[in-house]
């Protein structure tokens, strides 16, 4: 009985003075959570380049208000291309509203438009070309996280070279620039944190300018005119912006 109790006594003192030691161990820290990966924004500058196809939305031909009928002069589309700068503003993480302000500058590469006659006499346009064109615009839309879907419209302008023709004609000649509008949408995603991808169409319209008389030259035999008033032009195009 005597050597029972002296192991009990035995045993419970070595239990405590284990559990003692284990209370003075330190304390074991669980690791600590992964970080959250950040809330993607659309907020912030950005710069990047496109290219695309520009075809003219108007019809070949018109009548001239002294001379009759003019057909032919029609002018298929052709390469646009160029750079633009801007910046959004996110109203709310995640998905929300979005406001931007962006500007454009494009080079046009369009066909040479098709041979003109007036009753079988040849028609030459003393309009200048239209080589390159650039926007001003406002931007509003709506993310869903990295896509961003939205509208565009604002100012546009544009220019060229003297048409060769045009030193054979004695009126006022058409200003070699010109000013309109411009709308359209898109849709842009952001596949990093810096890049995106986005498609983008527009409709531009730009301002005749002078309009004068049609001009007969019996010494060639030939027609010289400011042509029909252009009916604008739409842009198909894709780009790729990086944010800063």
Do not use: H
Not at 45 to 54: D, I, K, L, R
């Amino acid at each position: 009985m005597t050597s029972f109790v002296s192991t009990s006594l035995l045993t419970a003192a070595t239990l405590f003075a284990c559990a003692a030691q284990a209370a003075d161990l330190p304390r074991v820290a669980p690791p600590p959570l992964p970080p959250s990966p950040p809330i993607f924004t659309w907020t912030g500058f950005y710069a990047g380049v496109n290219a695309g196809y520009a075809t003219g939305t108007g019809r070949s031909g018109f009548t001239d208000p002294t001379y009759g009928q003019v057909t032919g002069g029609g002018r298929s589309g052709g390469f646009a291309g160029g750079g633009q700068i801007g910046y959004n503003y996110q109203f709310t993480p995640g998905s929300g509203f979005v406001v931007g302000v962006e500007a454009d500058l494009q080079g046009l590469a369009a066909a040479k438009a098709d041979a003109a006659y007036l009753g079988g006499v040849p028609y030459y346009n003393v309009r200048p070309s239209l080589d390159y064109f650039g926007t001003v615009r406002g931007r509003v839309g709506y993310t869903f996280d990295r896509v961003l879907i939205y509208g565009t419209g604002g100012f546009a302008f544009g220019g060229g070279s003297r048409a060769s023709a045009a030193a054979a004609y004695p009126y006022t000649l058409p200003d070699t620039t010109r000013t309109g509008y411009a709308l359209g949408g898109g849709v842009e995603y952001a596949f990093t944190e810096k890049l995106s991808a986005k498609v983008e169409a527009l409709y531009v319209r730009l301002g005749r300018g002078v309009a004068a008389a049609t001009y007969f030259s019996a010494n060639t035999p030939a027609y010289y005119g400011t042509g029909r008033e252009d009916a604008g032009f739409a842009v198909v195009r894709a780009g790729m912006n990086y944010r800063f």
